[in-house]
């Protein structure tokens, strides 16, 4: 698996995002045009880093960092339904925590899915990934049905020490 800036392939990128469904976003499938429409308004580029995900020079998905002037960067991963499965995901998590530590000095990256995209949630598990929230009616889907998220993070102290700092649950008394 390779990591590459994205560069104005916007064909491509159009041809990823809307030859593939989305189960656990909020829009299953996009159209051509909401992406032209979000790449001339700076989407991808604008307070944001794009990067391809490659597999033997293949294209398989995209990596957006959100907030990339903050300290604490969110991000959206999505990885096409043949590369599913097969630890890029996992490898994917680990990249952006060397990216952003390493290279961006962010302190924190944190990441929400859908409680029912267990695939994902076992990716922020595999990369390190603490699960740190479980918001109950919180994700708004394009069919108007509501549905659960969870909330995983990672900070820095963790990927510099190679370790996993679980949360501290219930320490206040009550």
Not at 101 to 114: H, S
Request: hydrophobic share 35%; net charge negative.
């Amino acid at each position: 698996m390779e990591v590459r800036k994205f560069h104005s392939e916007n064909e491509e990128l159009i041809d990823l995002l809307c030859s593939n469904e989305w189960p656990f976003h909020a829009k299953v499938h996009l159209e051509p045009e909401a992406i032209r429409k979000a790449i001339a308004k700076g989407y991808y580029s604008e307070g944001r880093e794009t990067f391809w995900i490659t597999e033997n020079e293949q294209k398989v998905g995209i990596l957006i960092i959100d907030d990339i002037d903050d300290t604490i960067p969110l991000f959206d991963l999505r990885l096409t339904k043949e590369a599913r499965g097969k630890g890029i995901g996992k490898n994917s998590l680990n990249w952006l925590k060397d990216y952003l530590y390493r290279e961006k000095g962010k302190i924190r990256i944190e990441g929400y899915t859908r409680a029912d995209n267990l695939a994902m949630r076992k990716c922020f598990t595999k990369a390190g990934f603490v699960k740190e929230g479980y918001l109950r009616s919180a994700w708004e889907n394009d069919d108007c049905t509501i549905s659960d998220t969870v909330l995983y993070a990672s900070i820095y102290e963790d990927w510099k020490d190679r370790k996993t700092t679980p949360i501290k649950l219930n320490e206040v008394p009550y």
